[in-house]
């Protein structure tokens, strides 16, 4: 399979510290000293609080204990780092062909033409834009310049704080990631790193598999941080882009089975996670894919497609259990089990009719999806959800 390489230039631009840095620029005197934003965690420690071994997640007590009269602790005003990041971000707008907002105190520059329209290389344009963040919006940052985004994103993950970073050269980039662990690649996390663990330790080991193999193990969303770390320009974190599918997904903790009353409520568990996150996005589908694989790794896929885009609750979860009952073969023992959401569309209000029953349930679904995300988000566990 071939893929165009990428003729793009980013720049991975990274607040340092960010929420310290917010509080530095309206109090000067906490400048020097051990600064620690915090919510019942660290959330963001200044360098000199780092010095002492205080890492974003420290508790509290923790870092207290270490730090004793030299802590300085300010609970977080994120109304106010809003007002920050977005002057940052519109400052940004003025030296890149576009950006993309990857968090509160980072971005992704498109500059491809802007450094040599300067008439600069790509390390000064680096030092250049670091002192002019510095100088206007008085928030240290360090900037990292790829051929991809994940490529940016990773460099500035092994060469913070402060620093530029200017990588295109294969040869040093191949030497760079052959020493870095593949779980230093962004959104390979925990359960993904299970997956991988056995077949690669190092990011070049996971950028050297095949495109299919990835896809038969991870599936869609790290073909594409693949493609990222193989020259290609694919990933979007543009607002504006709608997703290209909603998926969630439950393993049996190596169990295999055919037990149907089980499958099924693992598929709810799944729909519901993928619901949620359909409604929370302002988003209606068009399409629902149910999908198992066996005891042997095999997969099986069973689409249906909606002739107009929906978002109601039922009508979605009916087809789900048409799909079930008609086409899953109860005699095979399975592993796992994935519902996938796609073909969306940004959900607008239609006038049905004086009494319209459909805006009003996607408006109390929306305040009721997004409540449960969010608490199980706090929680980091499938604490609340829907049952049929």
């Known amino acids: 399979m071939k893929f165009l390489t990428s003729n793009k230039v980013y720049a991975h631009v990274d607040c340092n510290s960010f929420f310290v840095g917010c509080e530095t620029?309206?109090?000067?005197?906490?400048?020097?000293?051990?600064?620690?934003?915090?919510?019942?965690?660290?959330?963001?420690?200044?360098y000199e609080a780092k010095k002492y071994g205080i890492k974003t997640w420290t508790p509290v007590w923790e870092a207290r204990k270490i730090l004793w009269s030299k802590s300085i602790f300010i609970y977080p005003d994120l109304n106010y780092y809003?007002?920050?990041?977005?002057?940052?971000?519109?400052?940004?707008?003025?030296?890149?062909?576009?950006?993309?907002?990857f968090s509160i105190d980072e971005a992704f520059m498109d500059i491809t033409w802007i450094a040599e329209m300067n008439k600069m290389d790509y390390f000064d344009f680096a030092v250049f834009l670091k002192h002019e963040i510095k100088r206007c919006i008085w928030i240290s940052v360090s900037v990292w310049i790829s051929d991809t985004k994940i490529r940016s994103k990773i460099f500035s993950d092994i060469n913070k704080p402060f620093w530029e970073f200017i990588a295109f050269d294969e040869n040093d980039i191949t030497t760079i990631l052959q020493d870095l662990p593949v779980t230093y690649t962004?959104?390979?996390?925990?359960?993904?790193?299970?997956?991988?663990?056995?077949?690669?330790k190092t990011i070049e080991d996971f950028r050297k598999l095949s495109f299919w193999k990835v896809d038969e193990i991870l599936w869609k969303n790290w073909t594409d941080l693949w493609l990222e770390l193989n020259w290609v320009d694919v990933m979007d974190f543009s607002e504006k882009t709608l997703p290209k599918s909603i998926s969630r997904t439950a393993?049996?903790?190596?169990?295999?089975?055919?037990?149907?009353?089980?499958?099924?409520?693992?598929?709810?568990?799944?729909?519901?996670?993928?619901?949620?996150?359909l409604v929370r996005n302002n988003l209606e589908m068009k399409i629902i894919v149910l999908y198992l694989r066996d005891k042997e790794m095999k997969?099986?896929?069973f689409e249906y497609k909606f002739e107009t885009y929906t978002v109601i609750r039922k009508d979605v979860l009916y087809q789900l259990r048409e799909l079930f009952n008609k086409?899953?073969?109860?005699?095979?023992?399975?592993?796992?089990?994935?519902?996938?959401?796609?073909?969306?569309?940004?959900?607008?209000?239609?006038?049905?009719?004086?009494?319209?029953?459909?805006?009003?349930?996607?408006?109390?679904?929306?305040?009721?999806?997004?409540?449960?995300?969010?608490?199980?988000?706090?929680y980091a566990k499938k604490i609340v959800n829907f049952w049929i």
């Open 251 to 277: 393993s049996f903790n190596k169990v295999m089975t055919k037990n149907k009353d089980f499958l099924w409520q693992q598929f709810v568990i799944n729909f519901n996670r993928a619901y949620n996150e």
């Open 186 to 200: 962004p959104f390979i996390w925990r359960k993904t790193w299970e997956k991988l663990k056995y077949i690669c």
């Open 82 to 101: 809003k007002v920050i990041s977005r002057r940052f971000t519109e400052f940004l707008k003025d030296f890149a062909n576009y950006i993309q907002i």
């Open 299 to 301: 997969r099986y896929f």
């Open 327 to 378: 086409r899953v073969d109860f005699s095979i023992l399975y592993r796992s089990t994935w519902v996938f959401l796609s073909d969306f569309n940004t959900f607008t209000p239609k006038q049905l009719s004086t009494d319209d029953f459909e805006n009003k349930n996607f408006e109390k679904n929306n305040k009721i999806n997004t409540a449960i995300s969010n608490i199980n988000k706090k």
């Open 25 to 46: 620029y309206r109090n000067p005197n906490l400048n020097w000293k051990c600064v620690c934003v915090w919510n019942e965690i660290v959330l963001a420690a200044s």
